[in-house]
Nanobody
């Protein structure tokens, strides 16, 4: 059974940085696509970034491009999200998602992902 566990959330002032981590277990993730989504109160879940497990190619949502960096460690089965220059509008619960099927890097919908973590809260104060 696949488990995704996020960590690293917290409270930070605007302009600050946080690094989220997602530890994956239960399978060999060598060919999986891993992603980060977020959901703010009263809003729908939205795509943040994803990365191909094998090629390392990444794709970002426009609001975070240039500020966030997604990376993965195949040996440790972890994917991270380095978040810099945080803004109050980045406040949300951040979710790690994964799926073994091929997912286009330009597909930003949540539906292809069959596995989700429990989420970690990120709060950015102004």
């Amino acid at each position: 059974q696949v488990h995704l566990v996020e960590s690293g959330g917290g409270l930070v002032q605007a302009g600050g940085s946080l690094t989220l981590s997602c530890a994956a277990s239960g399978r060999t993730f060598s060919t999986w696509t891993m992603a980060w989504f977020r959901q703010a109160p009263g809003k729908e879940r939205e795509f943040v970034a994803h990365i191909s497990w094998t090629s390392g190619n990444a794709y970002y949502a426009e609001p975070v491009k240039g500020r966030f960096t997604i990376s993965r460690d195949n040996a440790k089965n972890t994917v991270s999200l380095q978040m810099n220059t945080l803004k109050p509008e980045d406040t949300a619960v951040y979710y790690c998602a994964a799926d073994p099927r091929p997912i286009s890097l330009y597909d930003t919908s949540s539906s292809p992902y069959g596995y989700w973590g429990q989420g970690t809260q990120v709060t950015v104060s102004s």
